[in-house]
């Protein structure tokens, strides 16, 4: 049985539905306050969305015939050097921060991992999402 590809523009929606989502977790932390079955709900939504991204990233340069990367950093130089990121350390924060929010990381970064997400991840994601688009576009 041979498998559908997911397209560039297939993995850009589904990016920009998971950063609506993790938007609107946002919001609601700031009109309802930070709970701690809100606070996971962000993590998990951050996850997500950066996995969206990094999905993204990694069909676009597909379809530029680049071959397959071994991992998110690569992924993240790339699309820094390519412009589709404009903040290379930021991004690479965010690798740092999905890491130490694993189970197996001893050290308990969940408020830091919270502020990050709200001041300056999500940020981060708008402004792909609007070179993303511009690169499509072209």
């Known amino acids: 049985m041979k498998t559908q590809t997911i397209t560039c523009d297939q993995r850009f929606a589904d990016f920009e539905q998971s950063l609506g989502e993790l938007n609107e977790i946002i919001d609601t932390i700031k009109m309802k306050g930070l709970k701690p079955e809100l ?14 991204a990094l999905n993204t990233m990694a069909s676009y340069f597909h379809q530029q015939g680049r071959p397959t990367y071994s991992g998110s950093r690569d992924i993240t130089l790339d699309a820094f050097d390519e412009d589709l990121i404009d903040d290379g350390k930021g991004w690479l924060d965010m690798i740092i921060c999905r890491i130490k929010a694993t189970d197996v990381y001893t050290e308990n970064v969940d408020a830091s991992i919270t502020d990050n997400i709200i001041k300056k991840y999500c940020a981060l994601f708008e402004n792909f999402q609007k070179k993303m688009k511009e690169a499509l576009e072209e």
């Open 39 to 52: 606070e996971r709900h962000l993590h998990r939504s951050f996850e997500v969305t950066h996995e969206q």
